[in-house]
């Protein structure tokens, strides 16, 4: 099987960050140039095919159609799940393989008894081709169709060609109706595979149903397959192609590219993430790596190239945890790389510079024309500035859409990209640099949380913040914290690098969590009555740390409130509250409840089903904002306890990061951050039990994250550590929903 690719409308150009082709421009030769549609899919840079079939069922990559109707049920098949993979690793459109050669139809059709009507997922009825729409609408990725023109059903070999005239006249009828049926029912569909080129006439069905659909293969392609199945281009991979020969249209591969050809018609490179196109019992050893991965990406996208990256649902209908995971690791790493660049320009003609203003350490640069005016640039060298005088750190030739050059690390104080041949005057949408050594996800994808080690013993729930350059924590003074002289709760502000005392207050409350806006810190804190039946929960504000005021921010009668988290959203504030009172508003204890206030004093709180989550153990610890989302970080009771990060627009629908836990436990929480902690302290740190990892909590400080959350046995044995992210609360919070 060799797949291909698809159109993404939904980018500006304008939004993209790249100034309007000159007017009136004169140029050395007519070159060829894409359409809008065309420069739009290129922008989507990364999209997943998605293989299910019969062959699925049988170990096999084609359909032998040995197994029988009655046994081909993906009960757990779930299109959501496979559209959050595809976010996860950056994909802006699935390729859904809706009939492959055996000629197995995963839509409701009459055309044929070989499909999903025959089969005992959902009674026959089902249609997965409606459900992946739907999914891919919610999820705002677009959809593309491969319909197979091979169909051994109806006796079609490559091209749909059929032995006999009377068999392709009929067999012509069925493949029309099957692409119409397709192309009209489900919505918008913006790329159509023909996989194997095209002998039967659809010019008009693509023109009424899809006249923006990108095209593969076939007389009216738009893109073209880059000629292997290894998800690689070759270098250059020119973007035109000529067509004064006829019998290459439709055909065409990277082989077929020629700067000078007459029609813009790009590269997909087809890859896999396992060995073969279908998922079968013995290939689970042949994930590829996040660097095998990786390598691809930079030799398709990175040549200028669509990537079209294959993922297999197994016979369940779900893709299979290792191969979803990975997925968003190699999202993540994608993100790692190339999410932001140390500096980067845009500019026209053949030099192109940055400045960085001192030595700065880079090891990749990405360049990239404003191809909506053509590929200009045919040979070039990038240049940096070492020792005051410029020397060649790599060269190349094709540039198009994107260039990612890679080399040995070198201290530059500037670099610049270097046109020495060239069709036009170059016009340059990005030249950016970067330094990808040093990592900020681990191993697994996730954002990088370093571990610094326990801080204080017998502390948790702790609010970090910072006021005036500086870092404080609001810590709850239990009964039984060593450094409680009056036997009662009560909150007080620590000066993190100093461990000194600023004040105390709020006697009898707990659970405290901060939040800073012009030079005010506002404390909220529960009200601890003797019990956990506390249904108080008061704001203390104070601008140097030592005098505090305090009103009610809620009294709900018959509530039990814990932990509380406060943020800003838009033009409105958020309090995040824990209960586990009343029963039939909590669930299953612990649940997160909202309010919300304009003006930080007065609070409504929001209807009963703006909660997470009443079905199972997810007590909320830290909410945050961000573009129109909540982040609720809470502790889910699972592998002992793990913090994990859920997030929601509204309070009622939530989505889970598909890289939780966030934290758990580890031996690197026993590490001593605090000097000043007793050998006896060190001792119960040592031989704690070590289930949880809760109440996190946590700032953003001089670009990067300090957090806080607490360790031990979840059952009032618990200390407090510190932790470290390498990056802002921005780059930290979109790092748990990769592709988003």
């Known amino acids: 099987m060799a797949p291909r690719s698809a159109a993404f409308g939904v980018l500006a150009m304008v939004a993209a960050g790249f100034a309007p082709a000159a007017q009136g421009q004169k140029e050395e030769r007519m070159l060829a140039k894409p359409t809008p549609e065309q420069v739009e899919w290129h922008d989507m840079e990364i999209e997943m095919f998605l293989c299910l079939d019969p062959c699925t069922w049988q170990d096999k990559e084609y359909d032998d159609h040995s197994t029988p109707l009655a046994e081909i049920n993906p009960s757990k098949l779930d299109t959501d799940q496979w559209v959050a993979v595809a976010k996860s690793m950056g994909a802006k459109q699935i390729i859904f393989v809706a009939k492959h050669v055996g000629g197995f139809c995963w839509w409701q059709t009459e055309t044929t008894d070989y499909g999903v009507r025959q089969i005992p997922w959902r009674d026959g009825k089902g249609d997965v081709v409606a459900d992946l729409a739907e999914s891919c609408r919610k999820g705002g990725i677009q959809l593309g169709i491969y319909l197979s023109p091979a169909d051994d059903k109806h006796g079609a070999s490559v091209g749909g060609r059929c032995k006999k005239p009377e068999e392709q006249e009929a067999y012509n009828q069925v493949y029309r ?125 990175g040549r200028g190239a669509v990537l079209l990256l294959n993922n297999t649902p197994d016979t369940t209908g779900l893709i299979p945890e290792a191969d979803a995971k990975r997925s968003a690791e190699f999202g993540a790493e994608i993100r790692r790389r190339f999410g932001k660049s140390l500096a980067e320009t845009t500019g026209r003609g053949d030099i192109v510079e940055i400045n960085f203003g001192r030595p700065t350490r880079i090891d990749h640069v990405v360049t990239m024309e404003d191809i909506r005016d053509g590929e200009r640039v045919r040979e070039y060298v990038i240049e940096g500035m070492i020792d005051g005088a410029w020397r060649e750190i790599t060269t190349g030739t094709a540039i198009g859409h994107k260039k990612i050059d890679l080399f040995e690390p070198a201290a530059v104080a500037k670099v610049r990209l270097r046109v020495t041949k060239l069709a036009a005057e170059p016009l340059i949408r990005k030249l950016a640099a970067y330094n990808v050594s040093g990592r900020n996800v681990d191993a697994e994808g996730r954002p990088l949380i370093r571990k610094i080690g326990t801080i204080e013993c017998d502390l948790v729930e702790v609010s970090p913040f910072v006021l005036r350059d500086r870092v404080y924590r609001v810590e709850w003074v239990r009964t039984t914290y060593k450094g409680n002289k009056t036997g009662k709760n009560y909150l007080h502000i620590v000066d993190r690098e100093t461990g000194e005392e600023i004040s105390a207050f709020g ?54 409130i814990c932990n509380t988290s406060l943020c800003k959203a838009d033009d409105r504030y958020v309090m995040m509250f824990e209960i586990h009172l009343p029963k039939e508003e909590t669930g299953v204890a612990f649940t997160a409840r909202f309010a919300t206030s304009k003006d930080l004093e007065h609070w409504k709180v929001t209807p009963p089903e703006c909660n997470y989550a009443k079905d199972r153990y997810t007590a909320p610890h830290c909410l945050r904002y961000l573009d129109g989302w909540f982040y609720d970080f809470y502790l889910e009771a699972r592998n002992g306890y793990e913090q994990c990060v859920v997030r929601s627009k509204d309070f009622i629908h939530w989505e889970l990061s598909p890289l939780n836990p966030v934290l758990r436990a580890s031996d690197e929480d026993r590490g001593i951050a ?64 990769p592709g988003q």
Request: aromatic content about 10%; charged content about 25%; proline content about 4%.
């Open 507 to 560: 006697e009898g409350h707990a659970f405290p969590c901060a939040y800073v806006e012009d030079d005010t810190v506002y404390v909220l804190g529960t009200q601890v009555e003797g019990s956990w039946q506390s249904q108080r929960v008061t704001m203390f504000t104070s601008r140097d740390l030592k005098n505090w005021d305090s009103r009610t921010a809620l009294d709900l009668p018959g509530y039990g």
């Open 674 to 737: 605090n000097p000043k902690l007793t050998k006896e302290e060190r001792g119960r740190i040592a031989t704690a039990q070590n289930l949880n990892n809760s109440d996190i909590d946590l700032c953003e400080y001089r670009g990067k994250l300090v957090i806080n959350y607490s360790w031990g046995n979840q059952q009032g044995v618990e200390h407090l550590a510190e932790a470290v992210y390498d990056g802002t609360l921005e780059e930290f919070l979109r790092g748990w929903f």
């Open 177 to 301: 109706r099957q692409l119409t049926e397709l192309l009209s029912r489900y919505g918008e569909v913006s790329e159509v595979w023909f996989d194997g080129s095209l002998v039967v006439e659809v010019g008009d069905i693509l023109k009424k149903h899809a006249p923006k659909a990108m095209v593969f293969q076939g007389p009216h392609a738009t893109i073209r397959w880059v000629g292997n199945e290894e998800g690689v281009a070759p270098y250059p991979a020119w973007n035109a192609v000529s067509t004064a020969d006829p019998s290459r249209i439709g055909v065409q591969t990277a082989a077929d590219g020629d700067p000078d050809g007459d029609k813009w018609l790009p590269n997909e490179c087809d890859g896999r993430i396992r060995s073969t196109w279908f998922w079968n019992t013995k290939n689970a050893d042949t994930l590829k790596s996040v660097d095998a991965l990786m390598d691809m990406y930079c030799k398709s996208v």
